[in-house]
């Protein structure tokens, strides 16, 4: 079964930092582009980040860019989002979703709270 | 970065009868290389991820029912559920998959009346 499954959330202050995991089963995980994917509680989907299958290509939202940084480890099957200068706004449940040409396989989300 | 619109924001219909979700991008997500339009249908439902239902604007996900389907090229989209059911209750989002930042519509909440 393909599965991702991410960790790593919780309650931070603004102003600190958090990192995500998403490990994936399944696939062949360095074959395929990742991305994060946020929803702040009771909105929409926003795109945060995305790197391809090798790691040599990352892509960044603006509201992020500067903040975040996604990598991957293909020999451990993870992804990762380092988050650092935490804000507010940045309070979301936070999903790992695999892509073909579209975002075809997501985890349930890790949530991420950033507040004093 | 390509704006997604949806419309209407929220929608009530009955059991057995139709439902239309429409979906405008504000620049066109059709490739022109393979003449796919990158556009993509998700439902998701309460305290649920997001599932695929529709890719390329109108090819249907393995193992979604046939009663959902995609339309429309460019920069215009239509998501149809032919014969609603009590299941298809969820938030529905349309995304462009053409270029980063990839972006989302705002969803339709789509209930029974």
């Known amino acids: 079964e393909v599965q991702l499954v991410e960790s790593g959330g919780g309650l931070v202050q603004p102003g600190g930092s958090l990192r995500l995991s998403c490990a994936g089963s399944g696939f062949t995980f360095s074959s395929y582009d990742l991305s994060w994917v946020r929803q702040a509680p009771g909105k929409g989907l926003e795109w945060v980040s995305g790197?391809?299958?090798?790691?040599?290509?990352?892509y960044y939202a603006d509201s992020v860019k500067g903040r975040f940084t996604i990598s991957r480890d293909n020999s451990k099957n993870t992804l990762y989002l380092q988050m650092n200068s935490l804000r507010a706004e940045d309070t979301a449940l936070y999903y790992c979703?695999?892509?073909?040409?579209?975002?075809?396989?997501w985890g349930q989300g890790t949530m991420v709270t950033v507040s004093s | 970065d390509i704006v997604m619109t949806q419309s209407p924001d929220s929608l009530a219909v009955s059991l057995g009868e139709r439902a239309t979700i429409n979906c405008k991008s504000s620049?066109?997500?059709?490739?022109?290389?393979?003449?796919?339009?990158?556009l993509v249908w998700y439902q998701q439902k309460a305290g649920q991820p997001p599932k695929l239902l529709i890719y390329w604007a109108s090819t249907r996900e393995s193992g979604v029912p046939d009663r959902f389907s995609g339309s429309g090229s460019g920069t215009d989209f239509t998501l149809t559920i032919s014969s609603l059911q009590a299941e298809d209750v969820a938030v529905y989002y349309c995304?462009?998959?053409?270029?980063?930042?990839?972006?989302f519509g705002q969803g339709t909440k789509l209930e029974i009346k």
């Open positions: 979703a695999k892509e073909g040409d579209a975002f075809d396989i």
């Open positions: 790197i391809s299958g090798s790691g040599g290509s990352t």
């Open positions: 995304q462009q998959h053409y270029s980063t930042p990839y972006t």
């Open positions: 620049q066109s997500v059709l490739y022109s290389s393979n003449n796919k339009n990158y």
